[in-house]
């Protein structure tokens, strides 16, 4: 635009002179676009609901381009947006209401509510999906993070907005628009006493189309709603009865989400009040219809029900049967507070998966159990591939620990010892540190014990250092049980240091010693010595 | 004994007093006109030249609220700094073009197309071509 025309509309946006706004509407009858346009910048930058009207008799016709001129106007126009919606001129009532949607203009929700009251307005219809489409977005608004850069606040907008659709609930018996309900229902949140009056109240004249919305809107704000229902104690059986029904997709979604664990201990108490979810039924096809993760959840879900047991381990086989392994493991980890036979059959069923997970977690809970068998299935899996697996066998048979053994070693018969030794082995990990550990012992009689462990326990091969070290022990005694023990070693470090036991100052080590030697070459050639 | 005092003291100042009820006398009481003439001129002429400042201000203040279509095209025409002889000629042209508002003339480029030019205005159609390209 060219420099003198923009003055010519600088003059005119800011005057304080009447007679601007007939001359910038003259300009808004110009052919010339840059004319055009630059009337339309200043008409919407003036105050002027004349010039704001003609503007929004032209909306339609205006260009992308022109269309964010007349945005900058947003807030100046509420006005002449009014007076439009309320006009009888439908192009101009469409017009109005697009600005509406474009500009998020909820002060004017109270306006549409009355006009979509009006049974005999030809624009009721349009008006009242307008007011839900209005009301969705600012439920959004207000459960979403709140964008600084509009300054309007969302909580006080919904408290204005959800005040004059108290008043259309009120009025509900008169115009009759369900619509008018639902939005009341999407703004209204757990919060509002009037909808849980109605919801308390089943002769509530809106009762009906209340349940409706909460049952079949797949509005977020009545999602939201129905999940805050859910986390809030002493919620109503009508509320919670309708949750149980709800099985569309949107919500299903969202309740899977809430079994997160920061949530879930929320809604726990609440589903614990329900009989079942109709989408969650031991039908074959449950499984099939969510992927790995959800099936988990969905598990997570049953088991929080206040199910029957029979038909909760029906669910679970099945989940077990056809899921994924992390629905899987989550149906073994549900299956630790169920006890009887068939929970344990899946257990031992579960012992097969070819999940090492789903294993490990049947492995952990099979002693418990009591299951016929249990032993020799954990002693095996002691010897499985997989750490898990071995770990959770580890943990099922905890009780054999080095520890324990050495505390009943004493007591123990020599066939006991042997037996349990060689178990402890296998199970506790520590118990190789433990022997060394004894063996470093100051008292004698714990070294003595110690050497006798490893023998009943065959790890004499796995500690010859530890023995042959035991060779220049202070007490001849534990030298010659450690030159004893040492024959079944034979390695060349091994009969290094029984050489060097020959010289040993005790004739009795030397004895051991020798003994051993000759054990050892016996063991190597095939061919008894002379040894002793 | 008092009030022999007090009338010999009266007497003694009647020329203060002699014409004490002159100005109630009906006869008294009739104003000159010739006299308050001079006053009600002085007046008039104050009054006259109050007004006519108040109405100078008022004309020349652009930034009060009104609705005056005159001076939305004075406002305009300041802010081109367009002399009273360019002004004239654009009053003629939105007058001859029949414009409600004098001020349409600044954001109708066509009104100053030659041919657009109504027949009184063709003498002066090389300086309406000038205003042209100074306002657009």
Same mark, same amino acid.
């Given at each position: ?5 923009? @003055? ?14 007939? $001359? ?40 992308? +381009? ?43 929700? &109270? ?78 949140? &757990? ?9 308390? +109240? ?36 009508? $509320? ?10 949107? !919500? ?41 993760? +959800? ?7 049953? $088991? ?16 077990? /049967?056809?899921? /994924? ?15 009887? +036979? ?48 071995? @770990? ?39 118990? $190789? &540190? ?10 004698? @009689? ?18 010859? @250092? ?21 024959? !079944? ?44 | ?17 002699? *014409?004490?009820?002159? =100005?109630?006398?009906?006869?008294? =009481? ?11 001129? =002085? ?37 081109? =700094? #367009?002399? *009273?002889?360019?002004?004239? #000629? ?30 009184? #205005?063709?003498?002066?159609?090389? *300086? ?9």
């Amino acid at each position: 635009m060219a420099a003198a025309l923009e @003055k010519t509309y600088e003059v005119l946006i800011g005057s304080r002179n009447e007679s601007a706004g007939p $001359v910038l509407m003259a300009a808004l009858e110009s052919d010339d676009s840059v004319v055009f346009e630059g009337a339309l910048k200043a008409i919407v930058a003036r105050r002027s609901k004349a010039g704001h009207l003609a503007v929004l008799e032209r909306w339609h016709q205006l260009s992308p +381009d022109q269309r964010k001129l007349v945005h900058e106007g947003r807030g100046r126009l509420s006005g002449a947006i009014r007076d439009s919606v309320l006009s009888d001129d439908t192009q101009l009532f469409e017009n109005a209401c697009e600005l509406v949607r474009e500009f998020s203009e909820f002060d004017l929700v &109270p306006t549409l509510v009355t006009l979509a009251e009006n049974q005999k307005s030809n624009h009721a219809q349009a008006a009242t999906e307008l007011v839900l489409q209005q009301v969705d977005r600012l439920s959004e608004m207000v459960r979403g993070p709140r964008d600084y850069s509009d300054r309007r606040d969302p909580e006080s907008i919904r408290r204005y907005v959800l005040e004059s659709l108290e008043r259309s609930v009120e009025r509900f018996r008169s115009h009759k628009r369900p619509e008018l309900i639902e939005a009341f229902v999407v703004l209204g949140g &757990p919060s509002c006493g009037l909808l849980r009056d109605i919801l308390e +109240d089943t002769r509530h004249a809106c009762y009906k189309t209340v349940t409706n919305t909460l049952e079949t809107s797949e509005s977020a704000g009545v999602i939201d709603l129905l999940l805050s229902f859910l986390k809030t104690n002493g919620t109503s059986l009508n $509320v919670l009865n309708i949750i149980s029904r709800r099985a569309d997709k949107p !919500f299903v979604t969202q309740l899977l989400e809430c079994t997160e664990d920061d949530v879930f201990s929320k809604i726990t108490k609440n589903l614990g009040r329900m009989r079942s979810l109709a989408w969650l039924t031991p039908e074959e096809s449950v499984a099939a219809r969510f992927d790995e993760q +959800d099936q988990a959840r969905c598990v997570k879900l049953a $088991v929080a029900l206040g199910t029957k047991q029979g038909d909760l381990i029906e669910l679970l086989k099945i989940f077990l /049967e056809l899921g /994924e392994p992390a629905s899987r493991l989550a149906v073994c980890e549900a299956l630790i507070s169920i006890p009887g +036979d068939q929970a344990n059959r899946m257990v031992l069923d579960s012992i097969r998966d070819n999940d090492p997970l789903v294993q490990a977690s049947a492995t952990r809970q099979l002693r418990d159990r009591h299951v016929p068998g249990a032993m020799a299935i954990l002693l095996k899996q002691l010897d499985s591939t997989h750490g898990a697996v071995q @770990k959770s066998a580890r943990e099922a048979l905890s009780e054999f620990s080095f520890k324990n053994f050495l505390i009943s070693f004493d007591s123990l018969p020599e066939d006991a010892r042997q037996s349990t030794g060689r178990l402890v082995c296998k199970v506790d990990p520590e118990t $190789v &540190p433990g022997l060394a550990s004894e063996m470093e012992s100051k008292s004698r @009689k714990c070294r003595m014990r110690a050497i006798e462990m490893i023998e009943v326990m065959g790890l004499i091969s796995a500690m010859s @250092k530890n023995l042959v070290e035991l060779l220049d022990d202070e007490d001849h005694l534990v030298r010659v049980a450690s030159a004893d023990a040492l024959q !079944f070693s034979p390695t060349a470090e091994v009969q290094e240091a029984l050489q060097h036991a020959l010289t040993d100052r005790s004739g009795a080590v030397q004895n051991a010693a020798r003994a051993s030697l000759a054990s050892i070459e016996e063991q190597l050639t095939g061919l008894p010595t002379g040894g002793q | 004994m008092n009030s022999t005092l007090y009338a010999q003291n009266l007497l003694a100042q009647f020329s203060n007093w002699e *014409r004490l009820g002159d =100005g109630l006398h009906g006869s008294r =009481g009739r104003a000159n006109l010739v006299e308050v003439l001079p006053y009600l001129i =002085g007046l008039a002429l104050v009054a006259a030249i109050i007004f006519a400042v108040v109405k100078y201000i008022k004309y020349n203040d652009l930034s009060k609220p009104c609705d005056d279509p005159q001076k939305l095209f004075r406002e305009i025409s300041k802010a081109h =700094g #367009l002399d *009273r002889s360019s002004q004239r #000629l654009l009053r003629q042209l939105a007058d001859a073009l029949g414009y409600v508002q004098p001020a349409e003339v600044f954001v109708t480029p066509s009104a100053f197309e030659a041919n657009q030019l109504p027949e009184e #205005l063709r003498d002066e159609e090389a *300086r309406i071509r000038e205003l042209r390209e100074r306002l657009f």
